[in-house]
């Protein structure tokens, strides 16, 4: 059964730091571009980065708003997959969600067919 699990979310102060996990089971996350998205409430589900397969080059690719403070990163040994998020935001507070596909496409988050259940992230003082 193929599955993603999402990990690592929490409550942190604004310009603090956190990194999300995810887990791949039942799939080899080098084989998919593995995005990851967040959504506010009241808000649409968006983008946030992307990385390609291993076979297309791992490439990366984020929303511009985030370039600057997050990165994105894959360990294939222990088939994850990571967030690294930075200089945090009360803005950047939402659920993320990591999701794997064929292709990296994080302007249209449903194109991705397989979704962690998401971590809660919120920054706050």
């Known amino acids: 059964q193929l599955q993603l699990v999402e990990s690592g979310g929490g409550l942190v102060q604004p310009g603090g730091s956190l990194r999300l996990s995810c887990a791949g089971y039942?799939?080899?996350?080098?084989?998919?571009?593995i995005g990851w998205f967040r959504q506010a409430p009241g808000k649409e589900r968006e983008g946030v980065s992307c990385?390609?397969?291993?076979?297309?080059?791992?490439?990366?690719n984020y929303a511009a708003s985030m370039k600057a403070r997050f990165t994105i990163s894959r360990d294939n040994a222990k088939n994850m997959a990571y967030l690294q998020m930075n200089s945090l935001k009360p803005e950047d507070t939402a659920v993320y969600y990591c999701?794997?596909?064929?292709?990296?496409?994080?302007?249209?988050?449903?194109?991705?067919?397989?979704w962690g259940q998401g971590t809660q992230v919120t920054v706050s003082s």
């Open positions: 999701a794997a596909d064929r292709w990296c496409n994080i302007d249209y988050p449903g194109t991705f067919g397989s």
């Open positions: 039942g799939l080899t996350l080098d084989n998919y571009a």
């Open positions: 990385i390609s397969s291993g076979s297309s080059g791992g490439t990366t």
